[in-house]
């Protein structure tokens, strides 16, 4: 079946080919329509006859049928004899392009004629007709338009037609296929007269016509960009300056003509030009013009542009530079005053900021500032002066105020004054953070807390990376502010501290700072890890800080993987101050790898791995340690309870010494067996006597006056060092010589020297009248008299015992000695026995 639609293709190509002669052989059908071009969508009628002389129906019946493309259609016979007729009604023609094709039906299907069906739409109207004309040599008018939005898909031919109306001349120009422009020649036009323009679209459907435009040909020019001479300074105009231009050189020759002149400027430290350019009409480029209301001494870059009545403006001009007149700098600047010193100091640490507010005006090239104490400036008051943004100074503690004034050539700004507020510990704003605005600001956000006299607050912010003073910059916030948008020269991936200060009638309150970054990503570096200790089964691993430049965001955290061989990763979690962590449950003799994650809001970096063994766990070693430990753990128990027991009263009075009364203590105690066996029998537990007096032996004569011998009052230097202290008595092993920084409390006095034999005379007592008590919480008191124990018949020249003048001897009954009653007196009688 295919071959034979390809066969009856090309017979169907033989039968529509052009020329013929009239011994060729001749279509079997002749197929007619009611056009062959129709428009798209339209239906179309075709008839068919078949010849009587067609070889392909020779002897045969006739059956005729129709295809339209590839597609049999239903047709309907005309009424006639033969039925050679044949006729279709194709209700919709929905191809661009189509084949109908008149077939005879035998044995076989055979085309016997055909024709070609072309569908489009007519051609739209051209819409936008604009014309330019360019004044170069030689000048030319070019024409474009928009052939509309519908494609005919039929061929379309497109003419411009041009009338000049003051010569009434006529011009068509034709144009190619698919082409919507075109330029006139220099010839097709008058450049001061006024002419009639249209295009004209013509295909099979129909045709179309375009809205005239009636233009001068030179208003339609757009001129050359023009050039500015020179920019001056008017004299004794501030705020005013002169341009001076001209048309480009192939455009000069129209000098004379007026135009239409528009001028931008801009400040020199502006990187936009002014919204709106200023207009000046009917200007002729000889002709300079001048432009006011400007800056009072500020460099301007200036630019033009021109154009002839409605025509487009040319492009702008290259940019030139003048200055206005100078003047003395008006408005007020905004200042921020830090002030550190404490009530020690007699001088104030100050640290002011300012800067322009919207109304200053420099008015001038070389502008300093003025730091002042008086508000009439002058050396005198003055305390700082520079061309910067700030200035560090000191102050006495008594100021409250200071005056900053701008200055410059022409004059001084009225100064602004800067009230001294101190540092107060009132805390307002309770939480602060900070995120990015967009490619240049950052949003700043703060939770207040509501007082009376909080007057606005002040947001401070700076480079972290930098230090100078200078980069410091600030913002004044309402006081029913709770967020602001900072804008500055922010880079990304720096650090930047932000400040709110909340600021009082009377000083500034306690700040809040946030660290920000305009942009984030991964870290620069990341640090290594190093193990600090290992022991059992744990680990424990810790880092070094990542610098604040290699950050390059703000740190969320750190992770640390870890695995050994053959085994499942591991993910510990730091927290970013504490930069460590301890791996647990490791295995004994495993190979562990691991690396450390930092992480930021921009991104994370992995560092380089690490390998580490744990040790195996030497069991033997460690009960052998337990062992050692327990048995000198109980040697040293009981060697602390056995010294309790035996040394208990040892023990308390080395750490609390007992101070013995010399009215109820023991004076000494022998340590020799020989001397022992002599001694009364007391108790033998009582420690050795504190040494706390002296015991002096004297000779002197018998006859002893009280009223003239008073060995106290005369002889008070001779007997501070005769005696031996009765702690180094040469009778006590331990003898250790005189003691001469203790105080005498009693003295003995011989008749005759210490070692000469002893005699049946009656010993002299003297009673020291010494108040000094033995300890410091006894009350200082003269002690009471002490009777001699001598027998009956004693002198009562001999009763030295303290000023008592009731010393005579009692007569007594029974003369036993209680020795114990008087133990200072005992130890004389010791003493005796000893001489024995």
């Not at 698919?178 to 001061?192: M, Q």
């Not at 004299?235 to 528009?262: F, I, R, T, Y």
């Not at 337990?626 to 040394?647: D, R």
Request: glycine share 4%.
């Amino acid at each position: 079946m295919k071959s034979t639609w390809v066969s009856v293709t090309l017979i169907l190509l033989a039968f529509v080919s052009g020329a013929r002669n009239e011994d060729d052989i001749q279509p079997c059908a002749k197929v007619q329509t009611s056009s062959s071009v129709v428009p798209l969508g339209s239906p179309v009628m075709a008839t068919c006859v078949i010849r009587e002389n067609c070889p392909l129906i020779t002897g045969q019946s006739v059956h005729i049928v129709w295809r339209l493309g590839d597609h049999f259609i239903p047709s309907s016979l005309v009424a006639s004899e033969s039925g050679k007729i044949s006729k279709v009604v194709i209700p919709h023609v929905n191809h661009t392009r189509v084949t109908l094709t008149c077939c005879v039906q035998t044995s076989l299907i055979q085309v016997a004629g055909g024709v070609v069906i072309t569908a489009g739409y007519p051609p739209e109207a051209p819409q936008n007709l604009s014309c330019q004309t360019n004044l170069t040599t030689p000048s030319t008018l070019t024409c474009s338009w928009n052939p509309g939005q519908q494609e005919t898909h039929l061929p379309t031919e497109y003419t411009l037609h041009t009338k000049i109306w003051d010569s009434n001349k006529n011009h068509t120009y034709e144009l190619p296929t698919g082409v919507h422009h075109y330029t006139i020649p220099r010839s097709g036009f008058v450049l001061f007269s006024e002419m009639q323009i249209y295009v004209r679209a013509l295909n099979e459907l129909g045709e179309a016509s375009s809205v005239p435009v009636i233009l001068e040909p030179v208003s339609a020019a757009k001129f050359d960009p023009p050039k500015i001479l020179k920019v001056e300074t008017v004299p004794k105009s501030h705020g005013c300056l002169k341009l001076s231009w001209s048309l480009s050189k192939d455009q000069a020759w129209m000098h004379s003509v007026h135009l239409n002149l528009e001028v931008r400027l801009k400040t020199a430290d502006s990187s936009q030009w002014s919204e709106q350019p200023i207009l000046l009409s009917r200007v002729k480029p000889t002709t300079p013009v001048k432009q006011c209301r400007l800056l009072h001494g500020t460099v301007y870059f200036a630019q033009i542009r021109v154009r002839y009545q409605q025509s487009p403006w040319s492009e702008w001009s290259s940019s030139q530079s003048g200055v206005t007149l100078e003047s003395a700098p008006t408005g007020r600047l905004v200042s921020w005053m830090k002030v550190s010193g404490d009530h020690m100091h007699k001088q104030l640490n100050v640290h002011l900021f300012w800067k322009p507010s919207k109304q200053f005006r420099a008015n001038g090239q070389n502008v300093s500032y003025i730091v002042s104490v008086q508000k009439l400036q002058g050396e005198r008051g003055k305390i700082c002066s520079t061309i910067g943004n700030y200035c560090t100074f000191q102050l006495p503690r008594k100021a409250k105020k200071v005056y900053l004034s701008a200055i410059n050539a022409a004059g001084k700004s009225s100064p602004d004054e800067v009230r001294i507020y101190f540092a107060k510990a009132r805390m307002v704003i309770s939480d602060i953070k900070a995120s990015p605005y967009d490619d240049q600001s950052l949003l700043v956000q703060w939770e207040k807390i509501d007082m009376s006299d909080l007057i606005d607050y002040v947001v401070e912010w700076r480079p972290l990376l930098e230090t100078h003073l200078s980069l410091i910059q600030f913002e004044i916030a309402d006081r029913n502010q709770s967020s602001l948008i900072i804008t500055g020269n922010f880079e990304p991936y720096k650090p930047y501290g932000i400040s709110v200060y909340p600021r009082f009638k009377d000083g500034i309150g306690l700040p809040l700072t946030v660290n920000a970054y305009l942009r984030q990503k991964a870290p620069s570096m990341v640090p290594k890890l190093r193990i600090k200790k290992a022991w059992q089964s744990h680990t424990e691993l810790t880092w070094d800080e990542i610098p604040l430049d290699q950050r390059n965001g703000i740190i969320q955290g750190y992770k640390v993987f870890y695995w050994c061989e053959n085994g499942q990763v591991n993910v510990v979690n730091a927290a970013m101050e504490e930069r460590r962590v301890i791996l647990k449950d490791l295995n004994p003799v495993s190979l562990y790898e691991a690396f450390i994650m930092v992480s930021t809001f921009g991104g994370s970096l992995n560092g380089s791995t690490i390998h580490f063994k744990m040790e195996p766990f030497d069991g033997a070693a460690i009960v052998m340690i337990v062992i050692v430990s327990g048995v000198g753990l109980s040697f040293l128990t009981i060697f602390i309870v056995m010294t309790c027991f035996s040394n208990y009263r040892k023990l308390k009075l080395h750490f609390w010494p007992i101070v013995p009364d010399p009215a109820n203590s023991s004076i000494k105690r022998w340590k020799s067996e020989p001397t022992q066996d002599t001694l009364p029998a007391w108790n033998k537990e009582e420690p050795n006597p504190v040494c706390l007096s002296h015991l002096s032996f004297l000779n002197l004569p018998m006859n002893l006056r009280k009223d003239k011998d008073d060995l106290w009052l005369n002889n008070a230097e001779d007997t501070s060092d005769l005696g031996e202290s009765i702690c180094g008595s040469p009778l006590i092993p331990e003898y250790s010589g005189s003691n001469s920084d203790s105080v005498p409390y009693a003295t003995v006095i011989f008749s005759d020297s210490c070692n000469s034999p002893p005699r049946k005379d009656t010993h002299v007592y003297l009673r020291s009248e010494s108040t000094q008590p033995l300890l410091e919480t006894e009350e200082s008191f003269s002690p009471k008299c002490y009777q001699n124990m001598a027998t009956e018949g004693m002198p009562r020249e001999q009763c030295f015992f303290g000023p008592c003048h009731d010393c005579v001897p009692e007569e007594r009954v029974d003369s036993v000695i209680l020795w114990d009653d008087f133990p200072f007196l005992q130890a004389l009688a010791m003493n005796e026995t000893s001489n024995d």
